[in-house]
């Protein structure tokens, strides 16, 4: 079956840096995005990787390993506003997204 | 350009009753979705659309239809409402085919049943 395991929540201080790992399992693979979304809100894209390797757009990176059906979202220099859940979802074969219950970050001062 | 919008963004039904919620996009995308979130869930994917008059079902499109009559719109209809039809309900739609292009959310829906 398909499946997309990721913690459900997180706690970090202002400032500081977190990683949030996504582990999958598709039928074929044709990438792995990362969205936030704030409570109440709808989810907004941050990121897509395809080949193996890190991604790095300003405070946010992700990582991809296609072998190992990992990926990590890694936000540097934490801030308040960071607070949200993150979701990881992949795309199978059908370019249909599965996608994770989402870590909820909880940003301490 | 708004975007992807919802209408509307409340409601409540008893069980039983029907309804419809619309999604509208102004971004000539040809692909649309209808998802469900609820707590502790990954989004579910309902119905999708591939392009105008075409509709195909996801992950879980029992109770649910769906509509694509013009390339902007994409309905979600509720013949006889349950109360496990309590949820949010998200829009999305993407340029097309190619992998690399992101799905774009609209505001949600957030439905309760009695």
């Known amino acids: 079956g398909q499946n997309i395991d990721q913690p459900t929540e997180m706690t970090a201080t202002e400032g500081a840096i977190v990683q949030i790992n996504c582990t999958y399992q598709?039928?074929?693979?044709?990438?792995l995005f990362w969205y936030q979304q704030h409570a109440g809100e709808a989810p907004t894209f941050l990121s897509y990787n395809v080949l193996d390797g890190l991604e790095e757009k300003g405070r946010f990176s992700s990582f991809l390993s296609r072998s190992k059906g990992y990926s990590y979202l890694l936000l540097k220099e934490l801030q308040m506003k960071d607070s949200a859940s993150y979701l990881c979802?992949?795309?199978?074969?059908?370019?249909?997204?599965?996608w994770g219950a989402g870590t909820k970050l909880i940003i301490k001062p | 350009n708004a975007g992807v919008t919802q209408t509307p963004k409340f409601r409540v039904l008893k069980t039983g009753q029907s309804m419809t919620l619309l999604c509208a996009q102004d971004?000539?995308?040809?692909?649309m979705y209808w998802y469900r979130q609820d707590p502790g869930m990954g989004l579910r994917l309902i119905h999708y659309s591939v392009g105008e008059g075409t509709t195909a079902k996801g992950e879980v499109p029992d109770g649910y239809n769906v509509s694509r009559l013009k390339k902007q719109n994409f309905l979600l209809g509720l013949e006889s409402a349950a109360p496990s039809q309590t949820s949010v309900y998200f829009c999305?739609?993407?340029?097309?085919?190619?992998?690399?292009?992101?799905?774009?959310f609209g505001p949600g829906t957030r439905l309760t049943v009695l």
């Open positions: 979802a992949a795309m199978d074969s059908n370019y249909q997204l599965i």
């Open positions: 971004m000539n995308h040809e692909y």
């Open positions: 598709t039928s074929g693979f044709n990438g």
């Open positions: 999305a739609s993407r340029e097309g085919q190619g992998a690399v292009n992101e799905q774009f």
